[in-house]
């Protein structure tokens, strides 16, 4: 039986990270998109499944958007993110305008007072937003999240910003790390090096509560790359973690693992679009094998577009790698999908079902493969 938030001891001789309270955590982090495929997508995950993973929900960018309308805007997003996340996660906004700071920390206030979600800041914040989400943290005692940025090489002056926001907090208010490194490809051997060394920067400034190391190893999908119709990418930012987790430093054994699900961090700061007309003429499925995501062309029109998609979900549903119609409600629906007609379009989806499906098959077999070893 899967568990929820995992109880973990270890930080010092003791057992204890510092300040004296056991670290504990989810199993699993995604890092989602507060979009009606993603939240499809959780809300159609086995129980047990969700009940150890804790959702990072992200408002995309809203540009143009006045404050004075943005509660309405926000509860549009992120009030259907919250319905499902009975186990609890974290909301953030990390795509705000300037001008929209207080009233987006405002907006997400009673989704963290009233709900079951904790609010987010980081040290590259504005002051006025790492206040109104310290000031949440207090008011609704579920934790703060610290989330850290790396996009690129350790910048050392983060850790300073680490500690300046933390000295706003009471000892009341938990705290749990979420080291975000975005984007981690294969043009970026070195993110398990820069990892760890955010790591030994940040653990020692808190008693944390939980501590998660997220990426995001899917590339973006593009023609180019699926000239072929098919391409295979590494999981990087699985290996990334399982490089610092291989260390030996005391705290590696109890690292949350987090990522993008089967979205490329980029995807997220997109700005809604209600209306648009037109785009690509192609898709993708997607799958998560143990070491590499496996993506397949399809068409989202024209004449062939039912047999190319029948034909994608049929080479996913024969690899060796699948893991059956009944592992996720992903493959259930892949299954589906290959063996429909070629006579109706019915069931062969698109990119709103393309990435509902890839998301469920992805969380699943992470939290199976964490849960194993």
């Not at 609010?119 to 206040?131: H, K, L």
């Amino acid at each position: 039986m899967l568990r929820g938030e995992r109880t973990l001891v270890g930080r010092d001789a003791h057992g204890r990270c510092r300040g004296g309270a056991a670290m504990s955590g989810p199993l699993y982090v995604p890092v989602l998109p507060t979009r009606p495929h993603a939240i499809g997508a959780w809300r159609q995950l086995w129980p047990d499944v969700r009940a150890a993973s804790r959702p990072l929900w992200n408002l995309p960018s809203l540009p143009g958007t006045a404050p004075e309308t943005l509660a309405t805007v926000v509860d549009k997003y992120v009030g259907p993110a919250s319905a499902v996340s009975r186990h609890g996660g974290w909301v953030d906004a990390p795509f705000g305008e300037d001008p929209q700071t207080a009233a987006l920390a405002e907006a997400l206030g009673p989704y963290c007072e009233f709900g079951q979600l904790r609010p987010v800041t980081g040290p590259e914040r504005a002051e006025a937003q790492q206040r109104a989400a310290v000031e949440t943290a207090r008011r609704c005692l579920r934790g703060l999240g610290v989330r850290v940025q790396v996009a690129g090489e350790w910048d050392g002056r983060l850790a300073e910003g680490v500690r300046s926001l933390l000295a706003r907090t009471r000892p009341e208010v938990s705290l749990d790390l979420l080291l975000d490194m975005g984007a981690v490809l294969d043009d970026r051997p070195d993110a398990g090096k820069e990892a760890l060394r955010a790591l030994d920067a940040l653990m020692p400034l808190a008693a944390w509560r939980s501590a998660a190391l997220l990426g995001g190893g899917l590339p973006r999908a593009t023609a180019d790359l699926l000239t072929e119709g098919a391409c295979e990418a590494p999981r990087a930012e699985w290996r990334m973690w399982h490089e610092v987790r291989a260390t030996g430093r005391a705290y590696a054994p109890f690292l949350g693992y987090g990522d993008y699900g089967v979205q490329p961090p980029s995807a997220l700061a997109q700005p809604p679009a209600p209306g648009r007309q037109g785009g690509p003429p192609w898709g993708v499925l997607r799958y998560t094998t143990e070491s590499s995501y496996l993506l397949y062309k399809t068409l989202t029109r024209g004449p062939d577009r039912t047999a190319v998609n029948r034909s994608a979900a049929r080479r996913i549903i024969e690899l060796p790698e699948f893991r059956g119609a009944g592992a996720s409600q992903g493959e259930k629906w892949l299954s589906a999908c290959a063996n429909g007609p070629l006579s109706t379009s019915e069931g062969v989806g698109g990119p709103a079902e393309w990435l509902r499906a890839g998301n469920l098959q992805h969380m699943t077999y992470i939290v199976r493969s964490l849960a194993g070893g």
